[in-house]
T-cell receptor, first 112, second 112 residues
Framework: SQKIEQNSEALNIQEGKTATLTCNYT??????LQWYRQDPGRGPVFLLL?????KEKRKERLKVTFDTTLKQSLFHITASQPADSATYLC???????????FGPGTRLSVLP | SQTIHQWPATLVQPVGSPLSLECTVE??????LYWYRQAAGRGLQLLFY??????ISSEVPQNLSASRPQDRQFILSSKKLLLSDSGFYLC???????????FGPGTRLTVL
C-alpha cells in the first residue's frame, strides 16, 4: 500500500544545532515534494518545493534533499532557533496524481 | 495580495446537527480550492477539491459534502454530524496542480 512516513512524531534539539527531519515514502513515484511548517492551531505555510530531478534545494537556513533511489527527502534547519519550533509536514505529488498527499508531520522543539 | 478566510474559527456541535463551514479567497481568480481535515496528531486528509464553479471531486466517502457556488467561495456541509467528524478543517487554494498551496486559518470542530 502507499505510505508516507516522517521519522518521528517529535524531535527535540538544542538551539544552534542542525535539525534533520526525514520523509520516507512507499509505492509512490513523486514528481514534486514540498515541505510545510504548521504552528499549533494554524494552517500550514509553504517552505520549499523540490522536483524529482533535483537533488538539493536551499533557502536561507533551510535545505531539502530528495533521493528517489532511497525514496526519501531530508529537511535540514541549520543554526536552529526556538522560533523554529513547529510541526513540519512533507507532501508529495505523484507523477500521475491530481493532488499532493501529506505525511503525518514531525513536531520539532528547539530548546534554548 | 491574496488572502483566504475561513469561518467560524471554532464550533461545538451536537451529534446529528447540520454543519456549514465557509471559505472565501480574495485577490485571485479561478483558483483550485481544497477542503482538508486534520485529526489530532495526524496529517492532512484531503476531503474535496474543486477546479471551478460547481465542479467538486470527493476523495473520501463520508457524510460530508462540498459546494462551490461562486468562483472564490467553497462550502463544506453535513446534514447530520457524527462524533468522528470532529477535527481541524482547513481550506486551501492554489493556481495549479504543481503550485504552492495557501491555507486558511482553519476551523476547530468538536462534535459532542
Amino acid at each position: 500500500s502507499q505510505k508516507i512516513e516522517q521519522n518521528s512524531e517529535a524531535l527535540n534539539i538544542q538551539e544552534g544545532k542542525t535539525a534533520t527531519l526525514t520523509c520516507n515514502y512507499t509505492n509512490y513515484s513523486p514528481a514534486y515534494l514540498q515541505w510545510y511548517r504548521q504552528d499549533p492551531g494554524r494552517g500550514p505555510v509553504f517552505l520549499l518545493l523540490i522536483r524529482e530531478n533535483e537533488k538539493e534545494k536551499r533557502k536561507e537556513r533551510l535545505k531539502v534533499t530528495f533521493d528517489t533511489t532511497l525514496k526519501q527527502s531530508l529537511f535540514h534547519i541549520t543554526a536552529s532557533q526556538p522560533a523554529d519550533s513547529a510541526t513540519y509536514l512533507c507532501a508529495l505529488l505523484p507523477i500521475y496524481g491530481q493532488n499532493f498527499v501529506f505525511g503525518p508531520g514531525t513536531r520539532l522543539s528547539v530548546l534554548p | 495580495s491574496q488572502t483566504i478566510h475561513q469561518w467560524p474559527a471554532t464550533l461545538v456541535q451536537p451529534v446529528g446537527s447540520p454543519l456549514s463551514l465557509e471559505c472565501t479567497v480574495e485577490g485571485t481568480s479561478n483558483p483550485n480550492l481544497y477542503w482538508y481535515r486534520q485529526a489530532a496528531g495526524r496529517g492532512l486528509q484531503l476531503l474535496f477539491y474543486s477546479v471551478g464553479i460547481g465542479q467538486i471531486s470527493s476523495e473520501v466517502p463520508q457524510n460530508l459534502s462540498a459546494s462551490r457556488p461562486q468562483d472564490r467561495q467553497f462550502i463544506l456541509s453535513s446534514k447530520k454530524l457524527l462524533l468522528s467528524d470532529s477535527g481541524f478543517y482547513l481550506c486551501a487554494w492554489d493556481r495549479g496542480r504543481t503550485d504552492t498551496q495557501y491555507f486558511g486559518p482553519g476551523t476547530r470542530l468538536t462534535v459532542l
